[in-house]
Nanobody
Framework: QVQLVESGGGLVQAGGSLRLSCAAS??????MGWFRQAPGKEREFVAA????????YYADSVKGRFTISRDNAKNTVYLQMNSLKPEDTAVYYC???????????????????WGQGTQVTVSS
């Protein structure tokens, strides 16, 4: 059984930083993604990283501020978030792909396994 558990969310002032973690168990980690959903908005892609970390993908809104990384020995994926803005406020979810190769890493349908989410709130 696949389990993804996010942690590291919280309340931070604008300009601050947070580091999210996603601990996974139950199967081999393939491509991992981070998505977020703000109140009243649709879920949106944030970042993704390929199986061995050679490829990373970012939404334009977070490029240059967020960094995704992974430690396969620990079955953990991270999202370092710097220069946070109030518009980054959302519930952040990590997700895991079913297959080793993902054709569209920015698309939610590529990820059948999801965590419960962690709240990130950025105050102005």
């Amino acid at each position: 059984q696949v389990q993804l558990v996010e942690s590291g969310g919280g309340l931070v002032q604008a300009g601050g930083s947070l580091r999210l973690s996603c601990a996974a168990s139950g199967r081999t980690l393939y491509t991992m993604g981070w998505f977020r959903q703000a109140p009243g908005k649709e879920r949106e892609f944030v970042a993704a990283i390929s199986w061995f970390g050679g490829n990373t993908y970012y939404a334009d809104s977070v490029k240059g501020r967020f960094t995704i990384s992974r430690d396969n020995a620990k079955n953990t994926v991270y999202l370092q978030m710097n220069s946070l803005k109030p518009e980054d406020t959302a519930v952040y979810y990590c997700a895991q792909s079913r297959n080793p190769v993902v054709l569209r890493p920015r698309e939610g349908y590529e990820y059948p396994y999801w965590g419960q989410g962690t709240q990130v709130t950025v105050s102005s």
